[in-house]
């Protein structure tokens, strides 16, 4: 059988191990399916439609249809640890108002699709380790965020409406190309701690000074000579 045997035989293994998770996912309304080079959200996942948890950490999904939309009571989606370059326009509006956590981190996001912002009741937000260069105004209308992080992204700026996210506690900008800070961020009342690590400030933004809130500012390996 040899090199083509051996692989044919690893993808049946991980197609019955699929079809076991989903026969048990219709039962518990949970599906967890890692590391199994799963290339993209099939109609066998998307008949769960009453999926509250959806996990497929570590596969080799590219895209994300617009079939996820009638996964409309989901709570929490983990899609970290692909290959994910787009996300259908119309793929989320399913789920805009039950979920909950969405986790896109360690992808290869250059944009994020605008209805993704209509997830209102969104309290984390992991957005870390992809390709993105801004984020939208639209980031102000995700007021349950709690949670955060885009760090390793190529952020230059934040947008002004950042400071309607009145809930955020902890933000996580490291390691992307920011310089400076939007004023409005001292409206931010319930933030707690801030992660500057690995930008291009060349000073600590007067804004932090302004925020009551916060209890831990890391802002190492930038520029700033002067504190």
């Known amino acids: 059988y040899g090199v083509d045997g051996a692989l044919e035989r690893k993808k049946i293994r991980h197609m019955r191990h699929l079809q076991a998770e989903i026969a048990r996912a219709k039962l518990t309304h949970e599906l967890h399916y890692f590391w199994k ?8 996942i998307l008949q769960c439609s009453n999926l509250i948890d959806l996990r497929l950490t570590g596969n080799a999904i590219t895209f994300v249809p617009e079939g996820i939309s009638v996964l409309n009571k989901l709570k ?48 984390k937000l992991h957005l870390q380790n992809n390709l993105l260069t801004h984020l939208p105004e639209q980031i102000g209308k995700m007021r349950s965020i709690r949670e955060l992080s885009i760090q390793i992204n190529k952020l230059e700026s934040l947008p002004d409406s950042i400071c309607l ?61 002067d504190f």
């Open 37 to 44: 080079a799963l290339p993209d959200i099939n109609e066998e």
């Open 76 to 123: 929490i989606l983990v899609l970290r640890n692909n290959n994910i370059e787009k996300i259908s326009e119309r793929g989320l509006r399913g789920a805009a108002g039950t979920l909950e956590v969405l986790d896109l981190a360690d992808n290869k996001l250059v944009a994020l699709p605008e209805r993704i912002f209509r997830c209102r009741k969104v309290q």
């Open 165 to 225: 996210l009145m809930k955020i506690q902890h933000l996580n900008l490291e390691r992307n190309n920011l310089s400076t800070l939007p004023n409005t961020l001292c409206d931010m009342k319930s933030l707690q701690t801030v992660n500057l690590n690995h930008n291009k400030f060349t000073c600590i933004p007067d804004v932090l000074g302004n925020m009551r809130a916060l209890k831990e500012l890391l802002i190492a390996s930038n520029y700033i000579e």
